[in-house]
């Protein structure tokens, strides 16, 4: 496993990696890193002939003011031994000052408009003009071919496939399924903040979203009515505060008046203290059945 913290040092490696008719794939992370991670790894796997690479690197700009930066979890031997464990070629942890640097006029932002307005967008104030910077400058640093997302945060694979079609990035997009606790619970770095009584409650997010592919697949196409029986089930839970539940289009997050096409049903809630989010995304086709698929 070669590590490297020099952006130099990376891109030689790189140009290398290139030379040698590999197919770069990168899997950029904020550490702290666990099974949903290695299924971003695994499909990042499924390109043959790749050199793989995973940053590590917890982004300053996308936590807005008075969230977890500071206790934001962070475990980098063990995430150097799971790397290892999970056959990645190299690791990058980039330097603060390299990614924004001081002594610069101003900083550069990438913002992406409309798409980042609902959802967390809307309760993470800059959250997503951070998600989108970062990724940029990690594209540009490592040049990969292809760099895999996970599904669970849907909203941010949108804004960045919009970043990516409209830079002109020249890198193709894979996305991971979300990956499970036994009991259904996405997983999450934040996971690991809940005790044993808000974990057994935090299941309620996945399980709210079954039961509401359940009502759609029982015939139910008003999407108020769905998002409303998941967020009533949500708030029975002890200690659950909703932030939202909606139900979009897939494509472009646009407001849906019936569910029809490809849909989104997302959530965010806070259990004790900890912001968890989920999502299922489907397709209700013509002959009116409900598929379960992935974002794109
Ligand atoms: O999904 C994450 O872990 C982060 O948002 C990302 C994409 C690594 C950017 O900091």
């Not at 550069?108 to 967390?120: F, H, K, R, S, Y």
């Not at 759609?216 to 108020?224: A, I, L, Y």
């Not at 009515?225 to 708030?235: C, G, P, S, Y």
């Not at 002890?238 to 019936?258: F, I, K, Q, W």
Request: charged share 25%; with cysteine.
């Amino acid at each position: 496993l070669e590590q490297f913290e020099d952006i130099g040092d990376l891109r030689n490696w790189v140009s290398g990696s290139k030379r040698s008719g590999k197919t770069v794939v990168f899997v950029p992370t904020m550490g702290a890193l666990h099974e949903g991670h290695s299924a971003c790894v695994r499909t990042g796997r499924a390109v043959m002939d790749s050199a793989l690479v995973v940053s590590i690197y917890v982004n300053p700009t996308q936590f807005a003011p008075g969230e977890d930066l500071d206790r934001y979890p962070r475990s980098p031997d063990r995430d150097l031994a799971l790397c290892r464990q999970w056959g990645v070629d190299a690791v990058f942890t980039p330097r603060q000052r390299d990614i924004y640097p001081e002594n610069r006029p101003g900083p550069v932002w990438v913002a992406v408009e409309n798409l980042t307005d609902p959802m967390c967008g809307a309760g993470r104030p800059g959250h997503f003009r951070g998600v989108a910077t970062v990724v940029t400058k990690l594209f540009n640093i490592v040049s990969p071919d292809v760099a895999v997302f996970g599904q669970k945060d849907a909203q941010q694979a949108l804004v960045i496939r919009e970043v990516v079609k409209q830079l002109f990035l020249p890198v193709e997009l894979r996305l991971a399924p979300i990956n499970r606790e036994p009991d259904g619970l996405a997983r999450s770095s934040r996971n690991r903040y809940l005790n044993e009584e808000q974990r057994r409650v935090a299941v309620s997010l996945y399980s709210s979203l079954r039961h509401a592919l359940d009502f759609v697949r029982s015939g139910e196409r008003d999407p108020e009515k769905v998002t409303a029986a998941v967020a009533a089930e949500l708030a029975a839970g002890d200690g659950v505060a909703v932030e939202y539940v909606e139900l979009r289009n897939a494509g472009d997050l646009s407001a849906l008046e019936t569910v029809e096409g490809k849909a989104i049903l997302a959530v965010a809630a806070t259990v004790g203290t900890t912001r968890l989010i989920d999502n299922v995304v489907f397709r209700v086709d013509k002959n009116e059945s409900v598929e379960e698929t992935l974002l794109f």
